[in-house]
């Protein structure tokens, strides 16, 4: 059984920033295709960033582009998101997801594992 553990989080000021951090643990896999998906207050759930099977592509919603780093180091099963100059309205609890099978790097993947969720909070 995979599980994925989330670190990271927490109270940030407006402008500062933040790194999360997941690992795959259990039976971990050689490499997925991962993301990471957030969820505040009285609103669905929507995707943030994504990271290719391979690597090679990355892609972010628009209102974290340029701001938002996704990266995955494959030999420790762990996906990171690097926040910066974080806004009050990126508050929300963030989620990783991972898709082993996506090998596609333009499939949009399943994400059948998910993390537990983190509360990451921007004070203005």
């Known amino acids: 059984q995979v599980e994925l553990v989330q670190f990271g989080g927490g109270l940030v000021q407006a402008g500062k920033s933040l790194t999360l951090s997941c690992t795959a643990s259990?039976?971990?896999?050689?490499?997925?295709?991962m993301g990471w998906f957030r969820q505040a207050p009285g609103k669905e759930r929507e995707f943030v960033a994504g990271?290719?099977?391979?690597?090679?592509?990355?892609y972010y919603t628009e209102s974290v582009q340029g701001r938002f780093f996704i990266s995955k180091d494959d030999d420790k099963n762990t996906v990171y998101l690097q926040m910066n100059n974080l806004q009050p309205e990126d508050t929300a609890v963030y989620y990783c997801?991972?898709?082993?099978?996506?090998?596609?790097?333009?499939?949009?993947?399943?994400?059948?594992?998910w993390g537990q969720g983190t509360q990451v909070t921007v004070s203005s």
């Open positions: 997801a991972a898709d082993p099978l996506a090998y596609d790097d333009y499939a949009t993947p399943e994400y059948p594992y």
């Open positions: 990271i290719s099977w391979t690597g090679g592509r990355t």
């Open positions: 259990g039976r971990p896999f050689s490499r997925a295709a």
